[in-house]
């Protein structure tokens, strides 16, 4: 099911109203490290070989997405990308060029229709891969946004990025670009929000860790401790300091080109049940509202 201009995701750039406490809560808490620091911004890294995961800036009252930033297969790819874009609806907010972030590489930034902003990158600095080490992120999973026009965002990114569909919910469509089962999915409500960022953890062991050291730092799990349904991986989700909701995850389902696509009639639990073992109670009501609040910034 790979997409043949996406290699996966690398990173997310958000906005923050404190970088210290930031740095506190992801380091301490999170368990993510420092990988490079800028002037009013901050890397930070997890065990894999991604240079970094997440860029938080300092700036606003309340956070927001700058950009998701996806690894290109190939220099061709960006211009197909590019090319594509346009015919798709999109705009290129920066053509191809240098990047200049610790990762460095040449990449492109588009904006979709409803205003989200992707940047798109190839050659970028790969940091030492650590491997996997309990109770530590090594990558992103995913990233999950919102739409109020799912098919439209779908089809963008299909025609865009190449992304194909892996399974459809009555409340989630999942795209797939690589063996993940879905490295992007979109949120199907009424507004265009980020929905959720999810780390992936080593193992089962590491996201229930991860669930006993957030709550002892005060960080209630919000939604979990369970399994989905599409993509069959773990979870625990929690709300950062700032109102941005982070998931750990693991065990998350490997596909091929073989995998059949479900839609929402055969993704349906029995009643009383929000995940595969019917242990986990709903999401929370915070945690929800939180879905909602996050948004690109504007141009």
């Known amino acids: 099911m790979s997409s043949p ?26 368990h993510l490290e420092v990988a490079a620091r800028g002037d009013g911004v ?6 894999g070989s991604d240079a970094y995961l997440l860029a938080l800036h300092a700036g606003g009252a309340s956070p927001q997405v700058r950009h998701v930033t996806l690894r290109a297969r190939s220099a061709d790819a960006l211009a197909q990308i590019a090319q594509a874009t346009v015919a798709a609806g999109g705009k ?4 191809a060029g240098p990047i200049a972030d610790p990762a460095g590489g040449v990449g492109l930034t588009l904006r979709d229709p409803d205003g989200r902003l992707f940047q798109v990158v190839h050659g970028d600095r790969r940091a030492d891969d ?14 999950v946004l919102n739409s109020h026009a799912v098919d439209d965002t779908k089809k ?8 194909k569909l892996a399974d459809r919910t009555g409340i989630m469509a999942f795209m797939n670009c690589n063996s993940d089962h879905h490295t992007l999915a979109i949120g199907i409500t009424d ?4 929905n959720h960022i999810a780390f992936l953890m080593p193992d089962y062991e590491s996201v229930m860790r991860g669930g006993g050291r957030m709550r002892d730092a005060g960080h209630m799990i919000e939604w979990g401790p369970g399994r989905h349904g599409p993509g069959n991986n773990l979870f625990n989700y929690f709300i950062d300091p700032f109102g941005v909701v982070i998931e750990y995850t693991a065990e998350v389902e490997q596909v091929d080109d073989s995998y059949v696509s479900r839609g929402p009639e055969d993704w349906k639990w029995p009643s009383g049940r929000v995940d595969q ?7 929370s009501a915070t945690l929800k ?3 909602k609040r996050v948004l690109f910034a504007p141009s």
């Open 42 to 47: 901050l890397y930070l890294r997890g065990t």
């Open 277 to 283: 073992w019917g242990i986990s109670q709903p999401p």
């Open 156 to 163: 963008f990114l299909e025609q865009a990025l190449r992304f």
């Open 92 to 95: 290129i907010v920066a053509p």
């Open 191 to 194: 507004n265009d929000a980020l």
């Open 130 to 143: 650590r491997g996997a080490q309990k109770d530590k992120p090594m990558r992103l999973a995913h990233v």
């Open 5 to 30: 201009w996406i290699e996966g995701l690398r990173s997310v750039a958000l906005n923050v109203p404190d970088l210290a406490r930031a740095e506190t809560f992801y380091t301490r808490t999170w």
């Open 289 to 291: 509202e939180a879905q």
